[in-house]
């Protein structure tokens, strides 16, 4: 404060200190000791000006003091201010017109003066001609570290040992408390030895002091704790991609009612659009109970720590707290009215960030949601480094860092972002960080995050969702909860379900400017609808519309889901309209489709189309591109690309064609993220198959064409190539041709097995359940008849799967020969099913059993579930059944580590997942781990884990889509 002119608006408490200390006004320890000690706070949200008038604040209560008010907004000088400071040998003159500069009257001088000098000392080695060497420091009344009245009643007294006032200072003129106390006669001095007068005066003396700012800043209202206080609350996106973690605490001030008479908070947020919408969460809350109690001078806090999960398909815009008391008693706090604000837009992802705070090496990776991911992402880093300066300043520069961020994988309704960062200077743990897209009022932000929370090695994201658009949950409707001051609001939100009597759904002849276009089937391979997909529990058939804006059609299925497009893939078909009988999710009183069929309304209202839709060529899995013929859809492989053979090629434009050209002269391309392309002669080692669905990434230079996903390749393979060898040998170079693809037809025998059909999968379990393998390149019927020896049916599908089995399952039915249309994809000439089709082939002489394909006798032995599956090594462990249990929704039920062997048994699945707390066995080969089920995966009848496994006849691995799940029980 010192250097402020009132005259000129200039000095004050602006920081400037830190510039001052060697210009000989300001000498010892105490200041530069005392500017290291808050240089550790100095943030760009916490100047260092206000950091000292916040030590004025907290040195004084800390003594027993008044609460100083504390105002907030200073803004730090950046050189040192004009000098001035009142010195021992000044005048009575001298030092009113020095106070009177600083807009104090000489009655205010005499307080301000009192109430600084009741704590502290005067200091030898600073001041040897006031206090002799041998004292050392002489302190200023009998109690220096009590913030009491003493300074004044003993100066009354005629007892003080006040250096400034008795002893060696008369002598060399430097008594200055004395020169000031006793300038009016010690008329204002002995007012002070009444102790209130003491305590109320320098309260709002050291108010004004710490508010002597330069002119041009503006100060706060006075800051006071919060009752409810959102701290620290992050979102992250847990692995697989569907949900965020929502973590943080919610502060409750408990200075008048105390920690111990609340029974919990409750958290409720909204979703993005602000409504009720929490996915496949039961309700958009969570509840915490106290972990514990900080005390600071005047208050105590309880802190209630929050971890909720929210489906990424709801999101997340803001939050109310409720407190509920353990007299049944509740409060609301709802930011005065306006929420506490909290974006999905932008998400720092800390597992994913990291900073090694020696060398600082910063990298920080961010989520961007996809509908603002195409606005500029920034990320900005506030930094301090030492000034290194001459006079030793102790305080360090603030600099901030914009970085501009690299877009990365896609994962659902996210993009990853990343940048790294040098942070200089050797102070890297102090940095605050902030991701940002879009700039000004309108940017959205994670900001102000601790570089000191990132661990040293950043983490990989696990288990990727597909890239998806964002969805808008439903506006909400007039049964959102509306928000109460009042002080018995429930703890939860009241759910809009009553026993009210069940409405019927019927089925809406328009919705807006749509007809109804009766129910359709699903695409095969790919989806009807293929221009936007959403999904969401209160789907209701006008949001579907409001999310399809600009398309020709929409659709809904499944109660919950919602397409778009301009047109209707040709695979679907028209299906009677009573199989679309679902009821849609928001509202009873109208069907969205079923499984697999399509609730279907088109523009024909307002558009010149005709009413029915018809069926137009769209995206759709190809089967040939040039020489190349489609293999499937095909993991990566373990710890390596599956197909090695030359250097990535990755473009924005990226079609089949353009792939299929870059790897000219190998066996195999494979596209992948839509927009990747992959060459090779053979697959690497743990490339498996998988579903041609999980294949569904547009590629980026053609909207009719799929290339991949994350981590699935849209598999090619030479047409011409000889067919012998495993895909993991290095067969395929050869370019003579074995099987020519002209000739693709129909095989009626591969003995002993005769064609029986074209035949469905079955409904929930495999149609043929006893054995199974996929090979991605040396699939034939005789290969597969081969495989199935014994076993009275044998059927291929997707062009490269084999299934026996003893019994079709009684829910295969016979479909279309045209949709068994997939050439096998090691003998181009044959065929081998399609998606969901199996090319059946039957040995009557293999069984003899009854041929009836309806319910006929299972084979024996009959697999079975054991309830308890003990891992051999790994110190034994323990596991019990947990049920059957779905996939998740868009991401591996259990995720963090795969495994596929035709081999496959309950203990080998055990002990490979050893180190997590589940397991499932899945399709009789593939086995899942994982610490907890993801989002969506739900359990089902144990009926549903059906198939053998590969390795074991004796018991059960699962099924299509149904895991066998055992939880540790014992390590
Ligand atoms: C005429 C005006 C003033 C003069 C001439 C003066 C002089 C001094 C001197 C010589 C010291 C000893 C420093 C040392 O040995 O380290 C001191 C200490 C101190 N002064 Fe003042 N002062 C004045 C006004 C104030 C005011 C307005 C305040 C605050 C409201 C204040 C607060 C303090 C405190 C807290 C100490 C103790 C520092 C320690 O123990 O390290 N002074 N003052």
Redesign the pocket.
Known sequence: MAPHNKYFGTGGVDGSLQFELNNGEN??P?HRTTLQFYANYLTSRSPMADLIATGVYASVRSCGGPVVPLRLGRKDATSAGSAGV???Q?SIVS?RQ??DRMGFTATE?IQ??A???T?????S???PQ??PESVG?AP?DTT?AQFDNKVATEYVAGTTKNA?VVGASIAVG?N??FK?YSSDGNATISTFTDAAVFRNTCQA??QR?IEVVPEGVTLTEPIAPYAVKPVDMQLTLNTGGTSFRLTGFIRVRTTEVPASSIENVVLTWKDRSGGNSCGSSATCSTTATLQGVSTGFDDTFGFFPIDATIPTAAGISSFTIVVNYEDGSSEEYDNNGNSYPMSDAVVLQKPQSCLLQGPGDLTVSALVRNDHKDLPVNLGVSYLTPRNTADGNPVPALNEATVEMVEGDCVGQYTFFSASFNIPGGLSFNSRISVTAGSGATAYTDDFNKASDLGGTCGTFTGGATCAVVTTPPTPSSTSVPVSSSTSVPATTTSSSSSTAEPTPAIKPTVGGYVFANCWTEGTGTRALSGAAFAYDEMTLESCMTNCTGFDYWATEYGRECYCGNNLHSSSTEAPVEECNMACGGDPTEFCGAGNRLELYSTTATRTTSATPTPTGSLAVKPTVGDYTFVGCQTEATGSRALSGKDVYADDAMTLELCATYCAGYTYFGTEYGRECYCGNSLNTGSVSAPVTECNMVCGGDPYEYCGAGNRLELYRLSSVSTTGSPSSEAATTTTSSTPTATLSRTPTVSPYTHVGCWTEGTGARALGAKTYASGDDMTLENCAAFCVGYRYFGTEYAAECYCGNVLHASSANASLADCAMPCSGNPAQYCGGPDRLELYENDAASTTTTSTTNPDPPAPTPTQPATVSATTQGGSQWEFHGCVTEATGVRALGAATLASDELTLEACAEFCAAHQFFGAEYGRECYCGDELAEGAVEVSAAECSMACAGDGGVLCGSGNRLSVYEKVVV
Request: charged share 10%; with cysteine; proline share 5%.
């Open positions: 000498t010892g105490g009142p010195q021992p000044n030092f020095q106070f001088m301000l003066v109430c600084g000098h704590l502290g000392s005067v200091h080695t600073e001041f006031i206090v420091q200023f220096n400034l430097r200055s408390d000031v003396m050291l002091m």
